[in-house]
């Protein structure tokens, strides 16, 4: 699909509170991601997003591991009685940084809010692990809890599944996966500013590819590590936005934030499912900028932040009703 236009309404300016923070931190020099390592990628990636003091309170959290590869997995229970409807969530970080911490407090808040089960999956990462090994341990996540939903309290007729930024890659192709070969029915998924093309000719690159915290150049190491080689960004389960047909996918709630490189990528996913008949809800945050959603810690606990994740478990919370 070629986008030539934008396809969400960006503002002027950040938000002054996302204003405020770019300019504390590019008052330090901050590396480009493709200049350094993977492994040193993942370690200015933690200590870039600070643990929370107080972290949200939940019912519980457990620590497992599944299936024969060993995944990890954390699951935060909410205080509420189950059977639970159920997130399986995959983190962020561009198939190469992010972990169970790092999207710690984000699953914290979904659950509590939202007052579900989350089931955090800290799927293998590239370089090591090109796609779609990512891909197949996201998708046995999701098997796995429809296969112990009676030990674990799943209503299999409330999973849904979610995640930002190469998580919403991952969850999108987790649906399409599902659609294609039969697999557990999904009730939603919850894409915040996905990546859903190999391709980086988009306005949204052309306007914000320079600056935020993600940029072109970003994004480009990123895919280098995921993909194999250029056949796979063809491959729909990379790329969704390239599947030939989006009917028959789950409901989709899809966040886009109108000073993100991937913005437009992210509107033209929402509405391609839209004219495929699925129900979409499609939230903008035109004055925001990439990576947001993990903005809940101080000294970047942001007010804004909280909106965008109060609009999805709002989202959440309608499926499960």
């Known amino acids: 699909m070629s986008i030539d236009e934008p396809m969400a309404t960006a503002a002027d300016e ?31 990636s933690k200590e870039m997003f600070p643990e929370a003091d107080e972290p949200e309170p939940v019912g519980d959290v457990m620590e497992l591991s599944i299936s024969d590869e060993g995944i990890p997995v954390r699951v935060y229970v909410p205080e509420s009685d189950g059977p639970y409807p159920t997130l399986v969530y995959y983190h962020g970080g561009g198939w190469v940084i992010g972990d169970l911490d790092s999207h710690d407090e ?37 098997e796995w809890v429809f296969e112990n939903a009676e030990s674990m309290q799943v209503d299999t007729d409330k ?33 915040v500013y996905p990546v859903t ?11 914000n590819g320079d600056g935020g915290l993600l940029s072109r150049d970003d994004m480009e190491w990123f895919w280098d590590q995921y993909l194999r080689d250029e056949v796979d960004g063809k491959n729909p389960y990379a790329s969704p936005l390239k599947a030939q047909s989006l009917e028959g996918l789950p409901p989709a709630t899809v966040v886009t934030c109108g ?36 903005f809940l810690a101080d000294p970047m606990d942001l007010s804004r932040s ?14 499960a009703e």
Request: aromatic content about 6%; charged content about 25%.
């Open 106 to 142: 984000t699953c914290r808040v979904l659950a509590s809010e939202a007052d579900c089960m989350v089931v955090s999956v800290d799927y293998r990462l590239s370089p090591e692990h090109e796609f779609p090994i990512p891909l197949e341990d996201c998708y046995t996540a999701l």
């Open 14 to 44: 950040p938000h002054p509170e996302i204003a405020g923070l770019v300019e504390m931190m590019g008052a330090t020099p901050v590396p480009e991601l493709s200049s350094l390592s993977p492994e040193g990628a993942r370690q200015f």
């Open 306 to 319: 909280r909106e965008l994740l109060a609009d999805v478990t709002a989202d959440i919370r309608s499926t």
């Open 259 to 294: 000073l993100d490189p991937l913005r437009d990528e992210g509107a033209a996913y929402a509405r391609r499912l839209e004219e495929a008949g699925v129900p979409v809800t499609h939230h903008n945050y035109e004055d925001c900028i990439h990576g947001i959603a993990q």
């Open 197 to 207: 093309d190999h391709s980086f000719d988009t306005p949204s690159y052309e306007e």
């Open 159 to 191: 999973v849904l599944v979610g995640g930002d930024s190469a998580g919403g890659n991952l969850a999108a192709a987790v649906a399409l996966f599902a659609r294609d070969n039969g697999g557990p029915e999904i009730a939603r998924q919850v894409l």
